[in-house]
């Protein structure tokens, strides 16, 4: 723990700070947790403290200005990665900034701290760094139906939320920081059941820790997913500091398994990470769950302005001729796919609307003036039900094809009203524009 004289940009003069620091250290220089002092906070240093805590402090900790070098430690903030000559990592200092990733948006935090950290982990000069912040800043406005208030985008910051729910990046720190470092590999057909493991704890032996492995069986065109099989892994003898390799006691029929699963946990019991590969790849397990055959044939019908197309339970879709869904059709309820999709950004200028056949399967296709970021909207329906969504626009003169297959939820699997779920997409170029 750094303990901390605060100031932010602002320095207390002299007078005041010298009674703060005095009761500060009296106050906490006993606690064992407490490495570093901190006098001021981005620009709030007032120099004429520094003293003050090399005499009240027995034990002589180290003395910081976080944002600044100072002692021979650089505590910059938030600067680039592998910066500089001379400076950070290719300077002579301690690198220890007290905030170096900012969690905006819930994506500072995990996005780009895999490679900030390796190159801190593996740098003599790293002494570590701090991500702002712990949790999201909100305030409860009563004035707003007691709804919470981040002031926009400047409090949603943390890597827990403001009631300490885990936020997205909450699971990346907790895979960067594991002090457990499985290897980045895929578990193909040759697998044999072997991860090289690094220990990154400082004191624990692994051996001191638990493992153990699951294999899943997930979600086919039936509703329920099949039963999956563990088992424990002998806990490898590997120091801290030093690497290994874990050995997982796989069943011969692995191999028939869709998702293999390891966990490690401490040796109080407590979760480190669970780590998942898949054993078999998405598209394979999304042509199972989908199915493009059916019974019969779906069929479109209409002129002009619009046109219906039914397939399998699904008993119509009305698209008006900017090539939206305006009305869905009734299946054990009603269910709405109306007005989209919506365009985010762009705009996109309707030509024509057309309907065919492709085998069993309906289409209703709708193409775009040239001066539109969409080119082209095509909706196949399957004689299952099943509902594909393609588009083709323009991303920085590149040509994209983006699709989606759709299904209603029956209310068989869900327990509760139908509604709409997205289980397949994908996105591909197909050429270039000048």
């Known amino acids: 723990m750094l303990d901390e004289l605060t100031g932010w940009h602002h320095a207390y003069d002299t007078e005041v700070g010298s009674g ?23 620009g709030g240093f007032n120099f004429d403290l520094d003293p003050l805590f090399d005499r009240y402090d027995i034990q002589g900790r ?73 949790s999201d800043e909100a305030v409860v406005r009563r004035d707003w139906h007691d709804s919470l208030d981040t002031d926009r985008d400047h409090g949603p910051d943390g890597i827990l939320g403001p009631h300490r729910e885990k936020e997205g990046s909450y699971y990346a720190v907790k895979e960067v920081w594991s002090p457990v470092k499985i290897e980045r590999r895929e578990v193909t057909a040759a697998f044999d059941g072997r991860f090289a493991v690094e220990n990154r704890y400082f004191y624990t032996n692994l051996k001191e820790c638990r493992f153990s492995w699951r294999l899943v069986k997930t979600l086919g ?47 109080f019991g407590r979760e480190i990470y669970s780590w998942t590969w898949p054993i078999v790849r998405p598209d394979v397990v999304a042509a199972r769950m989908v199915d493009t055959v059916g019974i019969g044939t779906a069929s479109v019908g209409g002129e002009d302005s619009s046109y219906c197309i039914v397939g399998g339970w699904r008993e119509g879709l009305v698209w008006e001729t900017v090539g939206f869904a ?40 709708v193409s775009y003036a040239k001066q539109s970021i969409t080119e082209k909207l095509r909706w196949t329906m399957y004689p299952s039900g099943w509902l594909k969504m393609e588009i083709h626009y323009f ?3 590149m040509t994209m094809i983006c699709w989606v297959l759709i299904s209603p939820i029956r209310k068989a699997v869900s327990g509760g009203s139908g509604g709409w779920a997205m289980v397949r997409t994908g996105c591909g170029r197909t050429g270039s524009r000048g």
Not at 20 to 42: A, C, Q, R, Y
Not at 238 to 267: E, F, M
């Open 20 to 42: 703060l620091v005095k009761e500060m250290i009296e106050k906490d220089v006993n606690h064992p947790s407490i490495v570093v002092w901190d006098n001021g906070n981005e």
């Open 62 to 134: 180290p003395l910081i200005h976080p944002w600044a070098v100072f002692r021979h430690t650089d505590t910059q903030h938030y600067i680039n990665y592998d910066y500089g000559n001379e400076t950070y990592w290719h300077g002579h200092d301690i690198v220890f900034p007290t905030e170096f990733l900012h969690g905006l948006y819930d994506g500072g935090h995990g996005a780009g701290l895999s490679d900030f950290w390796e190159l801190m982990w593996h740098e003599p000069l790293s002494a570590g760094g701090f991500l702002w912040d712990f």
């Open 221 to 267: 065109v039936s509703a329920a997913a099949e039963p999956g099989t563990a088992g424990a892994v002998d806990a490898p003898d590997v120091a801290p500091g030093a690497k290994g390799t874990i050995v997982l006691s796989l069943p011969a029929n692995w191999r028939t398994y869709d998702v293999l699963g390891l966990v490690a946990t401490d040796k």
């Open 326 to 365: 305006s009305e869905g059709g009734k299946w054990e309820g009603e269910d709405s796919f109306s007005d989209g999709p919506t365009l985010a950004m762009g705009s996109g200028v309707f030509v024509a609307l057309q309907q065919r056949m492709e085998g069993r399967n309906a289409v209703i296709e």
């Open 395 to 397: 991303r920085r003169n």
